[in-house]
């Protein structure tokens, strides 16, 4: 069964900071791995996708990811935050090539000081 | 272009009773999945609709099912609500004719069961 590790319930930074967002994942196949980004009261927006190729994934605002299949994760970078970078991450995985099942990590809260 | 739209945005319901949440897909895409989003957690997949029938579902009793429509549209009811029940409910859509395009999300509807 597939499943999705997010480290870190919280994660706090500096405005212009490094941002790292851990997640883990355990598949039985060559995984799909997904980035979503949650907003209060809104629904999820995609920040990137690995599908094949290239293991390094770039995606809006900024944002991309790493698949290291030795390590079985994809963390999510931004090399500077912006205070408007503060929300929910969530990881996700499917082995679904349609995409449509996807297990979800609890989500990692990021939050930008100034 | 119309994103994906769920009615309504937030719902009170009592114990025992039943609800029907609406999505409308985003404009050219056919097939919807819902996913339940219980506080403090990652979403949870409950079932996908294509050509109107049920694909895939995840692990969720009887008491939730659904309906597609023709025009793509879809419906999720619930059965006999519990207090557990009380969720942000998501729906998504993709588009199987387009290579399997990652899922979009709406806002989701608020259930609260009381």
């Known amino acids: 069964a597939q499943s999705v590790t997010q480290l870190g319930s919280h994660v706090s930074v500096s405005e212009g900071a490094l941002v790292l967002l851990r997640c883990n994942y355990s598949?039985?196949?060559?995984?799909?791995l997904f980035w979503y980004v949650q907003y209060p009261n809104q629904g999820l927006q995609l920040l990137l996708k690995?599908?094949?190729?290239?293991?390094l994934v770039k995606g809006i605002n900024g944002f991309e990811a790493e698949f290291k299949k030795s390590e079985t994760s994809f963390h999510l970078t931004k090399p500077s935050a912006h205070m408007s970078d503060a929300a929910e991450y969530f990881c996700?995985?499917?082995?679904?090539?349609?995409?449509?099942?996807?297990?979800f990590g609890t989500g990692t809260r990021l939050l930008v000081s100034p | 272009d119309a994103g994906v739209t769920q009615s309504p945005t937030h719902l009170i319901k009592t114990r025992g009773q039943q609800v029907t949440l609406r999505c409308s897909p985003k404009?050219?895409?056919?097939?919807v999945s819902w996913y339940q989003q219980a506080l403090g957690q990652g979403p949870q997949f409950i079932f996908q609709y294509y050509e109107e029938e049920e694909r895939q579902r995840g692990n969720f009793p009887d008491r939730f099912s659904g309906h597609q429509y023709p025009n793509y549209s879809s419906e999720l009811n619930v059965n006999a609500l519990l207090l557990g029940d009380s969720a942000l409910y998501l729906c998504?859509?993709?588009?199987?004719?387009?290579?399997?395009?990652?899922?979009?999300f709406g806002n989701g509807t608020r259930l609260t069961v009381t």
């Open positions: 998504a859509s993709s588009s199987r004719d387009r290579g399997n395009s990652p899922l979009h």
């Open positions: 598949s039985s196949v060559p995984p799909y």
């Open positions: 404009s050219g895409h056919d097939t």
């Open positions: 690995y599908t094949t190729g290239a293991t």
């Open positions: 996700a995985v499917s082995e679904d090539t349609g995409f449509q099942k996807l297990v």
